[in-house]
């Protein structure tokens, strides 16, 4: 059975984008996942073909209607798991877009405007999730982002070295430092262990890096991390 996204926006043209390219967009091309970007337009009952109005309370800018919203969400309501990308959302994390591979596909609603109605987020059991702590135009970028976090861990999309770094991170440190050849470049040498050949020597600097730029930078994942307690070796 295919993975299939949803995508209800009012900018279709923006899909698929970046997910057209790369690896996401390779396996798009191999029939590994599919992506229907549906118009929220093509809901709206007047004549004027409107997505949006003011908001009850006063207040600047227009909001997405609910009834509008959640007709575009019946239409492609299947089971799937619904999300709303919003600033207000739960951050999405490593392992929510790990459960979203493993499931059937997802159904998105991008918002524009100020905001989507409350109450079909409410109705529908809309899922919020945010990408970071900024406002965007739209939620059509983070759309693409939790898809593309998603995409790459479907079956047969990810290499077999993407897949082994990939576990490294879910084990909660940041990744040591990369380096590749010229060995001297612009007078900055490469750490002298990785031109050892000595593995097991490679292995413990490389965990002593990850566990350095973790604490430095991202304390908060050192002290959730499954491995930061266990003892380096020697
Ligand atoms: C914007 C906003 C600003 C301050 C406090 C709460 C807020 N909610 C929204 C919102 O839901 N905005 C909708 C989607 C409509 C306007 C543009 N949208 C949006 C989504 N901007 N930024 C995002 C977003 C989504 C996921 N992760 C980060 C930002």
Redesign the pocket.
């Known amino acids: 059975m295919t993975w299939v996204a949803s995508v209800l926006t009012l900018f279709p043209g923006m899909f698929p984008g970046p997910l057209g390219a790369s690896l996401a967009g390779r396996a798009l091309a191999e029939g590994r996942w599919r992506l229907e970007a549906v118009d929220l337009r093509d809901f709206a009952t007047d004549r004027h073909r409107s997505v949006d109005d003011t908001p009850f309370g006063g207040g600047p800018g227009m909001v997405?209607r609910a009834d509008v919203a959640d007709a575009a969400l019946a239409s492609v309501a299947d089971g799937r798991p619904m999300l709303a990308?919003?600033?207000?959302?739960r951050p999405l994390t490593q392992a929510r877009a790990a459960q979203l591979a493993a499931g059937p596909g997802v159904v998105l609603l991008?918002?524009?405007?100020?905001?989507?109605d409350q109450r079909v987020i409410e109705a529908r059991g809309l899922e919020e999730?945010?990408?970071?702590d900024?406002?965007?135009?739209?939620?059509e970028l983070?759309a693409m982002v939790l898809l593309d976090a998603a995409v790459r861990l479907l079956p047969g999309v990810m290499g077999a070295a993407e897949s082994a770094r990939e576990e490294s991170f879910a084990a909660g440190l940041l990744e040591y430092p990369h380096y590749t050849r010229p060995a001297d470049w612009a007078g900055r040498a490469v750490p002298a262990v990785l031109l050892s050949g000595n593995h097991a020597a490679i292995a413990a600097w490389r965990e002593a890096e990850a566990r350095a730029v973790t604490a430095a930078r991202r304390p908060d994942l050192l002290a959730a991390s499954p491995v930061a307690s266990r003892v380096p070796a020697p």
Request: glycine fraction near 24%; charged fraction near 10%; hydrophobic fraction near 35%.
């Open positions: 997405l990308l919003t600033p207000r959302g991008c918002g524009r405007y100020e905001g989507i999730i945010s990408i970071g900024y406002v965007l135009s739209g939620g983070a």
